[in-house]
């Protein structure tokens, strides 16, 4: 089975791809992870959000993902990831919107998904699990991220607070859209509750018990 996880910074979505891996076994796929990722928001970490540095970070993680698509696909078995193709067009649709460039809608990005997945061999997920907190617990999570030193955490650029609320309701609609063309969507809202209790993920328990989708 592979899981997706989504969401904006700080909703909770890394906490819950860990509760998965511990508790079915299933095998962590991060490639916004890489030496390369990392090397590519440090160097780039005080950039401002323009149209050209949007188009030149959009092409680097699907080249990113291109990269990624051997490895996940000699994993075989059970993974969980929060990347994506789908994540990368649509959280850089989103940052378009954000300084008033032309952006592509969710019937526009499904589309280019879909011909990414094909492109690549990559199987869609069985199931998309979104991970979302009210905007005060997001700052809160983040203030408090930034106050113990994690680094990358500043309210600037792609993690401000007007980025991230417009990012979150953007996934909100997209998971809608998913469920539309039968991609199974869950919402786990991790605002009054912490991604590590076990409850939290009870729907998903029922899901993965299902015989999957071909």
Known sequence: MKTLVVGCDASGKSTIARRICERYGDTPVES????QAVEFKAKNERRYMSAAFIDEREAFYLQLEAQEQPRTTSLGGNVVTTNSTLVTRLSH?????????????????????????????????????????????IRGRMLARQKSGMQGEDFWGFNSPFFLERYQQRWEGMVASLGSIGVPCLELDTSFTQPDDAGLLVHYDALRQLPLQD
């Open 93 to 137: 649709a989103v940052m378009r919107a954000c300084i008033g460039e032309p952006y592509l809608r969710d019937e526009e990005i499904i589309p280019l998904w879909l011909d990414d997945e094909r492109r690549l061999g990559t199987p869609l997920p069985d199931a998309v699990i979104l991970a979302r907190a009210e905007p005060d617990v």
């Open 32 to 35: 916004s992870r890489s030496a």
